[in-house]
C-alpha cells in the first residue's frame, strides 16, 4: 500500500512530487499562450517540444519513475512524477539531471534550481492535478487583467500604508462591514453571525477581515463562495521587495480566481502601519477588553509576538470599515 510522504522522509524513497522549472529571466521560449480564457492552451516551441520529448522518455531512463502529468508554458514547467520505489538517487537529484539535460538540448533552456513539492496526502494530489491543468487559463486570466495581479508597494488608505494587490476600487465601495469572531465563539454564534453577515453582503456591503479566528475563515469563505467582494488584510502575505519571487507573484488557490473576477483585494500593513498610534492603541484596547471579559489581569503583549500581530490585523479591518469617506 502507498505511503505518503512525511516531513522526515521527503525527499527520498517512494513518493508523489510537484516539480516547478523555471527559465532564469523568466524568458518566454518554451511556448506560446493562445486562445481566451475559456479555451487557453500552450504551443510548444521547438525548444518546448524537445523538452517534452525529454520528459516522456523519463519513464524509460528511470524504470522506477512515473510522469503522473505536465505542463510546459511560456517561461516556465511543472511536472507531477510518482518515484515508486527506491532509485538510487533522491527527487533533487533527479531534478538536477533534468535540467543539466535540457541545457544540453538547448543551451537557452537555462532553467533556476526547482521549487519540489512533497505531496502528504491524498487531497494534495487531486488539488495538484487540478493546477497544473489550469495554468493556461491562470496565465490567460493574469493577461486579460494585468492591474488586478499587480504588487502595490506603499498603498497609502486614509493615514495608513499596505501592500496591496487586487481590486483596488473595493476601497471606493460606501457601504462596510468588518467581519471579526472570537476563537471560542460557540458554533450555533458562528452561523449566526455568518448568516447576518452574508445577507449584508448581498445587499451591496463591501466585508473586511483579518481571518484569523477559525470562525472568521469560514465566514469570509461563505461569502467569497458566494461570489462577494472581501477585503482581507494578511499577515507576512507578500514575496519581500526585490525578492526573486515579486515580479511574478500571484495568490494561490481560491484566491487566484476571487482576485481575477475583481472580487478580492489582499492588503498587507506596512510596518509604519503597524507601529502607528492609531493601530496601536485599537489593537491594545481589544486585547485589554478580551482580558476583562475573561476577568484576566492585561498583561501587554510585545507586538512582534504573532497573537498581537494576528489582533491588529483585525483591528485594521475595523478601522478600514468604519472609515466615512
Known amino acids: 500500500m502507498y505511503q505518503w510522504k512525511t516531513y522526515n522522509n521527503r525527499w527520498k524513497g517512494e513518493g508523489i512530487y510537484h516539480l516547478t522549472f523555471v527559465l532564469r529571466e523568466r524568458l518566454p521560449i518554451l511556448g506560446t499562450l493562445l486562445g481566451d480564457i475559456q479555451s487557453a492552451s500552450v504551443e510548444p516551441s521547438p525548444i518546448g517540444r524537445l523538452i517534452l520529448d525529454d520528459i516522456h522518455n523519463i519513464e524509460n531512463r ?194 487566484f480566481e476571487a482576485c481575477a473576477a475583481g472580487r478580492l483585494l489582499l492588503l498587507e500593513p506596512t510596518a509604519t502601519t503597524m507601529t502607528s498610534e492609531r493601530v496601536v492603541t485599537q489593537t491594545e484596547q481589544a486585547l485589554r477588553n478580551k482580558a476583562e471579559a475573561k476577568h484576566q489581569d492585561y498583561v501587554p503583549l510585545p507586538h512582534t509576538s504573532k497573537r498581537w500581530r494576528m489582533m491588529a490585523n483585525n483591528c485594521i479591518a475595523e478601522i478600514l470599515a468604519d472609515i466615512e469617506r
Not at 162 to 170: E, P, Q
Not at 214 to 241: C, M, S, Y
Open 62 to 255: 528511470h524504470t522506477g519513475v512515473q510522469v503522473y502529468c505536465s505542463m510546459i508554458m511560456p517561461d516556465h514547467l511543472h511536472l507531477l512524477l510518482y518515484i515508486k520505489r527506491e532509485i538510487g538517487k533522491s527527487v533533487k537529484e533527479l531534478a538536477r539531471g533534468m535540467r543539466q539535460g535540457w541545457k544540453q538540448l538547448a543551451l537557452e533552456a537555462d532553467f533556476a534550481p526547482p521549487f519540489i513539492r512533497p505531496l502528504y496526502h491524498k487531497g494534495q494530489l487531486n488539488a495538484m492535478f487540478q493546477y497544473i491543468r489550469c495554468n493556461p487559463r491562470r496565465a490567460m486570466l493574469r493577461r486579460q487583467n494585468p492591474d488586478l495581479f499587480r504588487l502595490r508597494r506603499e498603498l497609502q488608505v486614509e493615514g495608513l500604508t499596505f501592500t496591496a494587490l487586487g481590486n483596488l476600487f473595493l476601497l471606493d465601495y460606501p457601504e462596510r462591514q468588518a467581519i471579526v469572531c472570537s476563537r471560542s465563539a460557540p458554533k450555533e454564534k458562528i452561523a449566526s453571525q455568518q448568516a447576518s453577515t452574508l445577507q449584508a453582503a448581498q445587499e451591496g456591503k463591501v466585508s473586511y477581515s483579518g481571518a484569523v479566528s477559525a470562525g472568521e475563515k469560514q465566514i469570509v469563505r461563505a461569502i467569497r463562495e458566494a461570489g462577494l467582494p472581501v477585503v482581507v488584510v494578511l499577515n507576512d502575505g507578500f514575496p519581500p521587495t526585490g525578492s526573486e519571487h515579486e515580479r511574478y507573484y500571484k495568490p494561490g488557490g481560491v484566491y
